[in-house]
DNA sequence: ACACCAGTTTGGTCTAGACCACTTTCAAAA
DNA sequence: TTTTGAAAGTGGTCTAGACCAAACTGGTGT
């Protein structure tokens, strides 16, 4: 069996492998063990190297594990939801089977606070887009976010309707600037009168409240964001390994 | 100039220029960039591939990034303190330069309920010890911790001392089980009236829950634990990267 | 039945190259 | 002085092997 693979370099080897196998985990062509990378390399007619490095990609997203002399397995522990991968809110949702949408509270170029300024690596002066957004999820309330973005490096973004599009896709088909890497700092508060109200909780309930820095890969960082998220509705899942 | 690796394969090269780099990033012996891949293979005389493998440890990190066509640089971003890698409590207040200690306030034998079976693969009837700690940072309470293990694992685990020691170390040096991955789970909520008075803030008060399940190498999982941190006093921090 | 041992298979590590795309540099040309 | 364009340097990808350690497999001898 020799899989089809495209090799005029537009997408590494490794990653179209990658994504291959992803499909077919996620179908359970694997019952359980993958085959051996020897196997693997010999069926995509590559290096075993480049087996290794597409394997490595999933295995770090924690979908699937090694054993040293026994083999490659699939990870059936249900991952629960909400595991923050790198994507948007939209992406989050809809991954998870809901709708999501959103109301814009507040939509406006304004000057950059200290926070801000360094989250972002601005000068003093420095304008950002603020955006302030009520995140539904089949129309129930889910977050508040709070969005700061460097106004020089968007300009005219305030053409967008970002009601129905995801703000990454503006970014990303628009400016061509696109999430690489990100910060994340998780925190839990209790829920101010004004968010409490729009969020549909009682003031004081607890919430968690997610600042998030984003990066191109270019090391650029892009946007600066405060969600707070209800407790009842919404928890982080995150998968830690030791090594690489 | 010629560094000095040890060859004898008790030790990965790549895991050796990795630390070595490391303590070199920590003591600012790079400004900024770093040496570029093929002057360090050739520093360490080792092959470019294994350089890369060392250099794609710390990228996971967020310590360095690359830019293609360009070099490798410090990521000079004051990672904020509390940043979750694979450490134990009293790892992580340490090298937040805060002394930990514990308060064991239950410490027995007893049937696993059904989420612990779940989370620790067990089957109906299993057995775990049941640890409630205290955790306290430069003598002031910082989280509340129940620890699941398996029994079977950890026989006359009741023997050593937890006050003092750190769990993973008893874990480690004693049943040769070392931790390798971990699913988290984050959350807020608003504390209980016992957690709270132990913790010393009021109920109801926002605590952030972190649900954890410990695997070792080898996909055996050897712990879960539920830890309740104070909000006013602890964030989780976070790097989050779109690829490997 | 059981223990042992040798071969096979597996992932882990490593080599010594190669070509590519991209960026910087800097000298030659306009 | 400015522009251009080639060369050099960088990380990204990939190859075709190699040896190692751990784990399984199956036969042999007790």
Redesign the interface.
Same mark, same amino acid.
């Given at each position: 069996m020799q899989e089809t693979l495209t090799r005029d370099g537009t997408v590494p080897l490794h990653t179209q492998i990658a994504e291959a196998l992803r499909v077919q985990i996620q179908n359970d062509q694997f019952k359980e063990n993958l085959p051996s990378e020897r196997e693997l390399a010999e069926r995509y007619a590559v290096s075993r190297?480049t087996v290794r490095?597409a394997l490595?990609?999933l295995r770090?997203e924690?979908l699937i594990?090694n054993?040293r002399g026994v083999g490659t397995?699939v990870?059936n522990?249900k991952?629960?939801v909400h595991t923050?991968?790198?994507n948007g809110f939209s992406e989050e949702m809809i991954s998870l089977g809901l709708r999501p949408s959103s109301l814009v509270l507040t939509f406006r170029r304004e000057l950059a606070g200290p926070d801000v300024m360094r989250d972002l690596g601005l000068g003093a002066g420095a304008e950002v887009f603020y955006l302030e957004r009520l995140r539904l999820a089949d129309d129930e309330p889910m977050a508040f976010e709070k969005t700061y973005l460097p106004a020089y490096l968007f300009p005219k973004l305030d053409k967008f309707d970002l009601t129905k599009n995801s703000l990454y896709r503006v970014l990303g088909e628009n400016y061509d600037s696109r999430?690489?890497? %990100?910060?994340?700092? =998780?925190?839990?508060? !209790?829920a101010p009168k004004r968010i409490a109200e729009q969020l549909g909780v009682r003031g004081?309930?607890?919430?968690?409240?997610v600042h998030r820095v984003v990066f191109t890969e270019?090391?650029q960082p892009i946007e600066s964001a405060h969600t707070i998220?209800r407790?009842d509705r919404?928890? %982080?899942?995150?998968? =830690?390994?030791?090594? !690489?």
């Open positions: 190297m490095q490595q990609k770090l924690g594990y054993e397995f990870n522990r991952i629960d923050r991968n790198l999430m690489h890497h %990100a910060e994340e700092v =998780l925190e839990a508060a !209790a004081g309930a607890p919430v968690l409240v270019s090391h998220y407790a919404y928890r %982080a899942t995150f998968y =830690l390994s030791k090594n !690489a």
